[in-house]
T-cell receptor, first 111, second 114 residues
Framework: DADVTQTPRNRITKTGKRIMLECSQTKGHDRMYWYRQDPGLGLQLIYYSFDVKDINKGEISDGYSVSRQAQAKFSLSLESAIPNQTALYFC??????????FGPGTRLTVL | AQSVTQLGSHVSVSEGALVLLRCNYSSSVPPYLFWYVQYPNQGLQLLLKYTTGATLVKGINGFEAEFKKSETSFHLTKPSAHMSDAAEYFCAVSIIQGAQKLVFGQGTRLTINP
C-alpha cells in the first residue's frame, strides 16, 4: 500500500462549490504539507503542519483552508472554488531530515 | 529567503547521451538540496539529496549530482540516458534551521530521443 494517499484522484467541480481534498499517511511523520502544481511554475506551498496543533500558511494560502484531524490526516478545503484554482494538488509528509514524500496527486478542474 | 533556478524548462537528449540538468540556488544559510523526479500521472519521487559531507551525491537510476558551494549549483547528471528517464525533474532547497520547507524550481522536462 502507498505511504501517502490522496482522495479523490480527479475532481471536476463548478465555480462557487466547496471542495475538500483528503490526505492520509502511514509513515508516522508529524510534518505534512499541501502544494499545488501549475505548468511552468513548479510546486507552490499552500499550507503546512508540524503537528496536530500547528498549522501554518504557505506562499499561496488565500482561498484555501486546512484541517489536521490526526497525525495521519491532513485535509485541504476550497471554500468557494474558482477557475484559477484548477491545478494538480499534492500532499507530502516529511521526516526529521527534511526529506519529503509525496502522494500521487489530485487533479482538480473548476469550471 | 531561498530560491531555486532551473536552467531550461525543456531538455532533449538522445538515448545513450549524457544527461545534464542545471540547478542554481540561493540561500543565506547552508542548504539541504534535493532532486525529485515526476513521471507522467504520478507524484514526485526523491532521486537524491545533499545534506552534509561528500559533495558528490549518488541517487537512484544512475543519477548523481554535485554540490558546488562556490558556484551555488547542484546540477544533476547521468552518463547515459535511457528512454525510461523521460520525466519532469525538480530541484529543491530547504533550510536547516527553523521551518523545514522545500522551495522548488520550476521544473525541467526531459525528453529522450531514440
Amino acid at each position: 500500500d502507498a505511504d501517502v494517499t490522496q482522495t479523490p484522484r480527479n475532481r471536476i467541480t463548478k465555480t462557487g462549490k466547496r471542495i475538500m481534498l483528503e490526505c492520509s499517511q502511514t509513515k508516522g511523520h508529524d510534518r505534512m504539507y499541501w502544494y499545488r502544481q501549475d505548468p511552468g511554475l513548479g510546486l507552490q506551498l499552500i499550507y503546512y503542519s508540524f503537528d496536530v496543533k500547528d498549522i501554518n500558511k504557505g506562499e499561496i494560502s488565500d482561498g484555501y483552508s486546512v484541517s489536521r484531524q490526526a497525525q495521519a490526516k491532513f485535509s485541504l478545503s476550497l471554500e468557494s472554488a474558482i477557475p484559477n484554482q484548477t491545478a494538480l494538488y499534492f500532499c507530502a509528509t516529511s521526516d526529521f531530515r527534511g526529506t519529503q514524500y509525496f502522494g500521487p496527486g489530485t487533479r482538480l478542474t473548476v469550471l | 529567503a531561498q530560491s531555486v533556478t532551473q536552467l531550461g524548462s525543456h531538455v532533449s537528449v538522445s538515448e545513450g547521451a549524457l544527461v545534464l540538468l542545471r540547478c542554481n540556488y540561493s540561500s543565506s544559510v547552508p542548504p539541504y538540496l534535493f532532486w525529485y523526479v515526476q513521471y507522467p500521472n504520478q507524484g514526485l519521487q526523491l532521486l537524491l539529496k545533499y545534506t552534509t559531507g561528500a559533495t558528490l551525491v549518488k541517487g537512484i537510476n544512475g543519477f548523481e549530482a554535485e554540490f558546488k558551494k562556490s558556484e551555488t549549483s547542484f546540477h544533476l547528471t547521468k552518463p547515459s540516458a535511457h528512454m525510461s528517464d523521460a520525466a519532469e525533474y525538480f530541484c529543491a532547497v530547504s533550510i536547516i534551521q527553523g521551518a523545514q520547507k522545500l522551495v522548488f524550481g520550476q521544473g525541467t522536462r526531459l525528453t529522450i530521443n531514440p
